[in-house]
């Protein structure tokens, strides 16, 4: 049997009440997340120019909702948006060891699925966890491997898994499921050229990738076909965007574990909003915090650091010392450092701000990196920081694994904060409790409608 036939079958096979309730739970938790980094992204001045180009276009049409605006538009459009602007902050949860961006991806579909076809509240919690479930096994079957060609697996998976989703929630037939996800093989991208001058399209990745699922399950529906292979083939997904030939045999194997082994259960959360390689370099500065003499006094600081990670956040080293836009500094080692020495809040409303900050690129230039030779990236985001200062003392910490990962998780408690203070500027606090009891403990048989009523009742 293909691997996208597999695919198709534990989706037309798998329904909410045969979910663990934590892993239903969790899926809960992650949509309520990423609609909250969505929400304050869509306050960001290219995340509002691109809202009201789309919705000049397509306003009203299927009745999907953007985030972060009263007018529906059609459902790929609102998919591409409400992506684009979850990951526009890298803020977004990630499930580490496959080193996907799920919920950038699952959540935007889901929602504009559901709203298209007027089904419940449980349809996008199931469609949510389920597509988790293989976008995270997609990654693992070649770790890494899309990222050393250039391609974000995000991307070019996800829209796989976001055509098979969108086919889900059509009612679409085995072999219009199987079409799908090999039509969205056609229309797979995203690379990482955007690193040399912090160009904004990263954003649009996941973005891309539920806009492309969409469209693939509507094409399949049409009576498009794509090929069975897709993920397998000679010309497949894996064969194309890495170097891993062996890899679709390694997802055939990932794929036995499906509704047996729950993999949502180690996605991590995010509680900075900047690469998510930056953050156990955050904790530990806030751990030096503590014990550091005043600023003035350090003379040097060095970090130890994954080779996987340090080719996002610290190549090249000249441009990372000196971002010349808030965008580039989201990925920038020493500068979100230097934020966490200065004391400067490193929240959503600073990367929507406007401006790099001057004195965090002047402390920038204190620090300096070199590869951690024993790191077991990406199961683990490690870090380990050594500071020099000018009477000859030292001080030094490491962090073993990130705060929000599986190993140190984030409590849902956190997680709602964390919602809270995304959603502020549009949501009067009763506003904000609504949402929360919606997506954590609303009634699954509601119609999803209700959330999206909610979703466009502003302050």
């Not at 995203?190 to 990263?202: M, N, R, W």
């Amino acid at each position: 049997m293909t691997l996208s036939g597999r695919i198709a079958d534990f989706g037309l096979t798998t329904h909410l009440e045969t979910i663990p309730q934590d892993v239903a739970q969790l899926a809960r938790l992650h949509t309520l997340d990423a609609l909250g980094v969505g929400i304050a992204a869509s306050a960001g001045t290219v995340q509002r120019r691109m809202s009201s180009s789309l919705l000049r276009l397509n306003a009203h049409t299927d009745g999907c909702t953007v985030l972060g605006s009263a007018d529906p538009v059609n459902g790929a459009s609102a998919a591409l948006l409400n992506g684009s602007f979850i990951h526009a902050l890298e803020y977004d949860d990630t499930h580490m060891a496959s080193i996907v961006h799920g919920s950038a991806v699952l959540v935007p579909t889901a929602l504009a699925a559901t709203e298209q076809h007027h089904l419940a509240l449980g349809d996008l919690i199931r469609l949510v966890t389920i597509g988790w479930e293989v976008l995270i096994r997609v990654g693992l079957a070649a770790p890494g491997a899309f990222q050393k060609r250039g391609f974000q697996v995000t991307s070019v998976g996800g829209t796989l898994v976001s055509a098979w989703m969108a086919g889900l929630a059509a009612g679409a037939s085995r072999d219009e499921l199987i079409s799908a996800q090999g039509i969205a093989g056609s229309q797979a991208s995203g690379i990482f050229e955007f690193l040399t001058d912090g160009a904004t399209v990263k954003a649009m990745h996941p973005g891309w990738a539920a806009h492309s699922g969409v469209m693939a399950a509507q094409l399949a529906a049409a009576g498009m076909t794509g090929p069975a292979t897709v993920y397998e083939g000679r010309f497949g997904l894996y064969k194309t965007y890495t170097d891993d030939h062996g890899a679709g045999e390694v997802l055939r194997h990932e794929l036995d574990s499906l509704g047996q082994d729950w993999l949502l259960r180690a996605a991590a959360f995010k509680l900075f909003p900047c690469c998510h390689y930056i953050h156990p370099f955050l904790e530990g500065v806030l751990q030096l915090a503590v014990q550091q003499p005043s600023l003035k006094d350090i003379e040097r600081i060095e970090c130890q650091v994954p080779a996987g990670a340090a080719a996002i956040i610290c190549e090249p080293w000249d441009r990372k010392q000196t971002p010349g836009i808030l965008n580039e500094a989201k990925y920038s080692l020493p500068y979100c450092m230097g934020l966490a020495f200065l004391g400067i809040p490193i929240t959503a409303s600073h990367f929507l701000s406007g401006q790099v900050n001057a004195d965090a690129v002047a402390f920038a230039q204190k620090i300096s990196w070199t590869p951690m030779l024993d790191a077991n990236f990406p199961k683990k985001f490690e870090a380990e920081i050594g500071i020099h200062f000018r009477n000859g003392q030292t001080a030094r910490t490491r962090i073993d694994q990130v705060k929000g990962s599986a190993e140190r998780p984030a409590s849902a408690a956190e997680i709602q904060a964390k919602f809270i203070d995304n959603t502020r500027a549009l949501y009067a606090p009763d506003e904000q409790q609504r949402l929360i009891d919606m997506l954590l403990e609303g009634n699954a048989n509601r119609p999803v409608a209700e959330l999206s009523s909610l979703l466009r009742t502003f302050k």
